[in-house]
């Protein structure tokens, strides 16, 4: 699914990634945690082709093509999905219109055919349901005035009408209470299947409990130093990351 | 007889045109004023006016065309249409509130063709909106001068749209100035569509004199024109008025596009709320100048006014000059300018979504436009206006 080769990035002449490995077949759940400051959210962003970054070496390889060869949208066509840490407001853009507007691009881009104003309701309003959503917010401006779990509970609602390859969690946990954390664990394990991957980004071992990880990564410095499986998250939550780099 | 040319036209020497050089390109034009031209009248309306998707036969409508009136229809009881003329002069109406530092009106009314009376009467609330269409259709280059007096009086409800267009070989510069005088507890909606050829010169002003309760909702399309100056002043004489400006102006290409408002609180407790925008393609300019003034009396005035431009190239460019002028202690208000280009980060995030760059750009602009459009009271026409302006930006 995913293969990271030796990744080195730099932001502004500051390495940030620094010979990153990884590999993330199909249908595994991967967690990567670390500290603040450690590349975790660059590494989000590398993935989804956000620019700024200087790829000073390294190969990134995305089924079976080089990931630098394709422009954002092209990932999100190819099945990449990163659910942001920060999703951004856009005023006068009703939800709806954009909800539409992104699954009939991706369709597109797979040669299917587009869906029309009933046949996209239907399905938006069972997935909405799924995951608990709103619906009179997803009839508002995209996240506009959304809280921080409502912006997070919209990023899942996104990921399940996009159905990814790869979904990439970047600490979509955080400022979450329990309940709510529960729900976005539960859209997760709901799309999960033997052809469908998830690197999941967080600080904290709690999201853990509700998404069972395969593999989980300890990220300092812009390398992985310890990989292990679900039981490393719990050993982190215990000793911290100082007892573990 | 008067000459045009015994007339200055404003231009960047008078501070409130410091932006607007309307001489520079009077200059190119030379353009007379338009003598009646004598032809047949039709009894029909003629294809381009019932072509035009804001024409609706079954509301009341007026039809100028090159300056004159063609047709009339009142469809509603309560409301009068007269001519004005020095006979039936309007003394409702208070000049002194709207006094001018430039020769437009002056202008206008040297060189007047037809100038109506608009008046709904005492507690009549018109269910049919009241269109005006100004149309010109000749080629040789001229001015056209009308006026409008329109009065609400009390209890009175009303919706006005205007609009300004004419077919693609016209050269004319409009010089329309209306005056609405709003009776106590009268409310209007005013719509001002200047959709003018790409030849042409666009300069209007509307003066409000608002009495106690009443409310005015002003919308402001301007999408055509060579240059376009809009202008809305206000004169808040009493307390519990309402008074909003929305205004979108829309440039593709090389135009000229000015919105220039001045409010005037002059008694307690009133509001008055602006919201305008701008979007800016090529080596097209904006310019929107409001002011503000709260007189020593107006206290508890709540004041707003806010003004954004999108910057769609590098040669487009805006100036903004929001003002506010305070001599009462006890107010709210608030102004602010902003001009940029799309925000990067909402386009990434579109774009991570699927949406190809250019998409993602259209989705943007349109939320721009949409937020402004939102709370639009006639749903109809707003469909009308957001189509019209997807034609412009696309």
Not at chain 1, 65 to 79: I, M, T, V, W, Y
Not at chain 2, 235 to 261: C, E, P, R, V, W
Request: aromatic share 8%.
């Amino acid at each position: 699914m995913l293969t990271i080769k030796d990744l080195h990035v730099n932001v502004e002449d500051k390495k940030i990634l620094q010979g990153l490995n990884l590999e993330i077949l199909p249908g595994e759940v991967h967690a990567i945690m670390g500290p603040n400051g450690s590349g975790k959210s660059t590494l989000a962003n590398i993935l989804s082709g956000k620019e700024g970054y200087e790829i000073k070496k390294g190969k990134i390889n995305f089924i079976n093509k080089n990931l630098f060869d394709l422009e954002p949208e092209q990932r999100a066509g190819e099945g990449l999905f990163l659910a942001f840490q920060y999703p951004v407001e856009i005023p006068g853009v009703s939800g709806i219109n954009f909800l539409r507007t992104t699954l009939n691009s991706v369709r597109k881009y797979k040669k299917q055919k587009e869906l029309d104003g009933v046949n996209f309701l239907k399905i938006l309003k069972e997935k909405a349901k799924s995951i608990k959503m709103d619906e009179n917010l997803i009839k508002r401006s995209v996240n506009t005035g959304f809280s921080g779990g409502e912006k997070k509970r919209s990023e899942i609602l996104q990921m399940s009408l996009l159905e990814p390859k790869l979904a990439i969690l970047d600490e979509t946990d955080s400022g979450l209470d329990i309940d709510a954390l529960k729900i976005v664990a539960n859209g997760v394990n709901n799309l999960k299947n033997s052809n469908r991957s998830f690197l999941i980004i967080t600080h904290y071992q709690r999201l853990l409990n509700y998404i069972v990880p395969d593999k989980v990564h300890v990220l300092s410095k812009g390398k992985i130093v310890k990989s292990g499986n679900k039981n490393l998250a719990l050993e982190l939550e215990k000793k911290g990351y100082e007892g573990i780099i | 007889m008067e000459k045009l040319k015994n007339f200055e036209i404003p231009n960047k020497k008078i501070e409130a045109w410091k932006f607007t050089d309307l001489k520079k390109v009077f200059e190119k034009n030379s353009f007379e004023p338009v003598k009646k031209i004598k032809t047949k009248k039709s009894p029909d309306i003629s294809s381009a006016i019932s072509k035009n998707i804001f024409f609706n036969p079954k509301t009341n409508f007026i039809i100028f065309k090159n300056g004159y009136v063609e047709k009339m229809n009142i469809e509603s009881s309560g409301l009068e249409i007269k001519f004005l003329n020095k006979n039936n002069k309007n003394k409702t109406f208070n000049q002194k509130n709207f006094n001018r530092n430039d020769s437009l009106l002056d202008i206008n009314k040297t060189f007047s063709n037809d100038n109506l009376i608009i008046n709904v009467k005492k507690n009549i609330k018109l269910s049919k909106s009241i269109s005006i269409f100004y149309y010109n259709s000749e080629k040789k280059k001229y001015l056209i001068n009308n006026r409008i007096h329109i009065t609400l009086e009390e209890n009175a409800h009303a919706e006005i749209n205007e609009v300004f267009f004419s077919n693609k070989e016209a050269v004319y510069w409009n010089n329309i100035h209306n005056y609405i005088c709003l009776k106590k507890n009268s409310n209007l909606d005013h719509y001002k569509i200047q959709l003018e050829n790409i030849k042409s010169v666009h300069s209007s002003s509307t003066n409000v004199d608002c009495e106690n309760s009443s409310l005015y909702n002003n919308f402001i399309f301007s999408v055509g024109g060579n240059l376009s100056r809009i202008e809305v002043t206000s004169s808040i004489n009493s307390s519990d008025i309402n008074f909003n400006i929305k205004g979108l102006y829309l440039a593709k290409t090389s135009q000229h596009h000015d919105i220039t408002t001045l409010m005037q609180h002059k008694h307690p407790e009133s509001k008055s709320n602006q919201h305008i925008k701008g979007i800016l393609q090529k080596d097209s300019s904006g310019v929107f100048q409001g002011k503000v003034i709260v007189e020593q009396d107006a206290q508890k005035t709540d004041a707003f006014q806010f003004n954004q431009n999108l910057l769609l190239s590098e040669t487009a460019e805006v100036n903004a000059k929001p003002e506010l002028e305070i001599y009462a202690d006890d107010v709210k208000c608030s102004h602010g300018a902003t001009t940029g280009e799309l925000d990067e980060e909402m386009l990434f995030y579109l774009r991570s979504r699927g949406l190809k760059k250019e998409d993602a750009k259209k989705l943007l602009i349109e939320g721009f436009i949409n937020e402004l459009f939102d709370d639009l009271k006639n749903k109809e026409l707003k469909q009308k206006l957001l189509l019209t302006s997807k034609k412009i930006i696309y």
